[in-house]
């Protein structure tokens, strides 16, 4: 019994952890405007530079995108704006810290129907953003098809680190805030007829049927393949 009970666990941790994961790392040279880290990563991952000022006093003083060769592209910290909080003008400097992936504990998934929605979902360890949130943005935006730009504007408004999007055959793997795919994983058992533009607990998402717009939703799974090209 025992030893089931640890099976069942053993893979339980291996699915949880399966896509990627948050990775701390420091500076470890700076040549003008490349980084380069004292490990090496993956490319596409986004992140961010944290700099000790001593006394138990740190701030985020960058955002960055890791690249290739365990390299950095360095771009400004832009996820708190507010005209009362002073921007933080420290220079990247040797030993900061680097963290890469900080929200990838935050996941959207983008799925063509319910039942593939919970199938996956339950499949993974994350703290799952439901795509209703995603819906309303969408709708808003009076969009026909999900592009790159909208999930990155959805993902910094709300913290959302890794956005997976279900194929017939396959879950893509998306930073959404660098716009790169990590990578896929083989699925099974995903709808042959999809919602559109997605999966949503909104029952009528194309607002066109209303007179409200022009704009015709594109189907599920033309718009996922336009979206890796």
Known sequence: MKKIIL???TTYS????????????TIKSIHGNSIQLAQNVSAGMSGLIVHDYGNGLSAI????????????????YTAILHENIPTVKTEAKVNDKVILGNFYNNALLIAPDARSYSNITKKFNKAWIHPDAYAL??????????????????????????????????????DPLSKKFLGQKAIKGTATEAMKPFFSRFEHMDVSTFGFSDIKLKDYYKA????KH
Not at 61 to 76: R, W
Not at 150 to 173: D, W
């Open 14 to 25: 291996l699915i949880a952890n399966s896509l990627p994961q948050r990775i701390e790392t």
């Open 61 to 76: 003083t960058h955002s960055v995108i890791s690249t290739k060769n365990g390299k950095v592209k360095i771009l400004p």
């Open 137 to 174: 943005q969408f709708m808003s935006e009076e969009r026909s098809e999900i592009s790159l730009e909208s999930l990155q504007k959805f993902a910094r408004n709300n913290q959302v680190g890794l956005v997976l999007i279900a194929t017939k055959t396959e879950l893509l793997i998306l």
């Open 7 to 9: 099976f069942v666990l």
């Open 224 to 227: 996922i393949q336009d979206l």
